[in-house]
């Protein structure tokens, strides 16, 4: 099935469906986005037969254009202040964030947080870059060569983590069963990103970072139980 997915998605998509489709979450789940922005990952998984879907998202903007776009989720995507989840405690089974750990500054509380809104045994499925390897690429991808540039991306990436602080980071939050995969790095829309910003070199070391150790593997996916 194709995968469909509106210009200015932030995230890979394709890549996003093709971890969760690995990890066989009943398609009667209740299922949370977060950072869902237009919603494409969302509209994806309906299309696929899971409709028990919500979104949220701190851009009411990207919500809007979502809903215009896949008028199946309207009332389904929602724009929120970043910390008040409007949910109730328990709700879900499934609680999804790609790309959204390393822009939360308070993360640890806003983990604890959120797990709450999982029922017991619940699954958080999680994606989020290593910073061993996030913060050269960006500073060679957009030349931050200046320390004003460097503190906007950590302003940006305020709470980037290694292999092990994420580990420790999801553990402290209340989190078990914590495993930390793989999942393809040289997916077409990872190449298209690279080869605009680093070229052919970068493409080159984009094909050999799908065999670096995991402490080094650009990107970290996961899943952990409430």
Known sequence: MDVVSLEGERGDTASCLTYFETLAIARSAQLLDIGCRHGSFLENLRRRGYHNLQGLD????????GEAAYP???????????????????????????????????????????????????????????????????????????REKI???????????????????????????????????DTEFKKAHVRQTLGWPGLVILHASNHFPMVLYPNFWGHARA
Request: aromatic share 12%.
């Open 58 to 65: 701190i851009d009411a903007d990207a919500v809007a254009k």
């Open 151 to 185: 503190a906007w991306m950590f302003r940006e990436h305020c709470s980037l983590q290694t292999y092990g602080s994420l580990r420790r980071l999801l553990g402290r939050a209340g989190f078990q069963e914590v495993r930390i995969e793989r999942n393809r790095s």
């Open 72 to 146: 199946a989720l309207r009332g389904r995507l929602h724009a929120y202040d970043g910390t008040v989840f409007p949910f109730e405690k328990g709700r879900f089974d499934v609680i999804t964030m790609f790309d959204v750990i390393e822009h939360i500054a308070p993360v640890e509380a806003y983990l604890r947080e959120l797990r709450t809104l999982l029922r017991p045994g619940g699954r958080l499925v999680f994606q989020t870059p290593n910073i061993l390897i996030d913060v050269p690429y960006w500073m060679l991808a957009l030349r931050l060569f200046n």
